[in-house]
């Protein structure tokens, strides 16, 4: 991460950076940054180029995943995974399920002992991972996004949701101790916010039900956005609301992904892109 106040060297070359990749987007060419990868957009999925449409779909609130959607990917989940089921374990189960490893659900059908051992294993990591929290995204890709004029991150995003009075929730596998630290660090709050002490747990569409039913407002008039195919794309779908995808490296538009059962209706790469998506795509009255 470039340390701009101390660096004037990396500061010029952070410039440098952003200017580059502004030029390579010019007005005419922004639109493109925020459609639905090809690979898993439905045949009701509507471009986000489109014009006004008096009958877009009503959106009132937006549910979403927190590691890896609201924070910056902290935990090491294929070795956490790797020390919980051991290297032969892991490699079996990876391989007939491409889009990801339960493991919350694996370890509840064993001995007590031994979901102990695991759940301490488990507990370990997210520990670690909440030691190095960090809000979405990181400072480099937030300037590039502010210069070509997309307001970025998961704060940007919460005042525009803020702004239209659109409620916000949040469903995490994570535990409660991390959704509160993660709502004292950022100043962030998000109701209701389910961690994986309410079951049943996501992908089961309860927790998204619950809210909805908090909110009063039906499934279909709220967004689930996660970065996991298993858990929040599945969770959304099985409810029956609309379901985005966030997918910063592209590395569902791998063919293996192509099969599973819960496809997203949106997929973005941010969240600035989220917003567009938003914007563009639904009634966002209150």
């Not at 990749?21 to 509507?46: D, V």
């Not at 909805?212 to 298993?230: A, F, R």
Request: aromatic share 8%.
């Amino acid at each position: 991460m470039f340390d701009l106040e101390n660096d004037d060297t990396k500061l010029h070359t952070m410039i440098h950076l952003i200017h580059n990749t502004a030029a390579q987007f010019l007005p005419t060419q922004l639109p493109n940054l925020i459609i639905s990868r090809s690979s898993f957009r439905s045949p009701s999925t509507m471009s986000l180029q489109s014009s006004p449409n008096p009958n877009k779909s009503r959106i009132r609130g937006v549910v979403f995943d927190m590691d890896g959607t609201l924070t910056v990917p902290a935990i090491d989940f294929p070795a956490m995974y790797k020390a919980v089921l051991g290297e032969d374990e892991y490699i079996s189960i990876r391989s007939s399920s491409p889009s990801g490893i339960d493991i919350l659900h694996h370890i509840e059908q064993w001995s007590p002992d031994k979901q102990q051992k695991a759940y301490e294993i488990i507990a370990d990591y997210e520990q670690q991972g909440m030691d190095r929290l960090q809000i979405m995204p990181g400072n480099i890709e937030k300037a590039i996004l502010i210069c070509l004029n997309h307001n970025a991150g998961a704060e940007d995003l919460c005042c525009f949701l803020n702004s239209r009075n659109i409620r916000r929730g949040l469903i995490t596998r994570n535990v409660k101790s991390a959704v509160d630290l993660f709502h004292e660090r950022f100043g962030m709050i998000f109701s209701p916010s389910l961690s994986r002490e309410f079951r049943p747990y996501k992908p089961d569409p309860a927790p998204l039900l619950h809210i909805c039913s908090t909110w009063e407002v039906g499934p279909n008039e709220v967004i689930m956005i996660g970065d996991s195919l298993k858990d929040d794309v599945a969770c959304g779908k099985r409810a029956g609301s609309v379901a985005c995808l966030l997918d910063e490296t592209g590395r569902y538009d791998s063919p293996k992904y192509a099969n599973v059962e819960h496809k997203p209706d949106y997929k973005v790469s941010s969240l600035a892109q989220f917003q567009s998506l938003l914007e563009s795509n639904f009634d966002l009255t209150p």
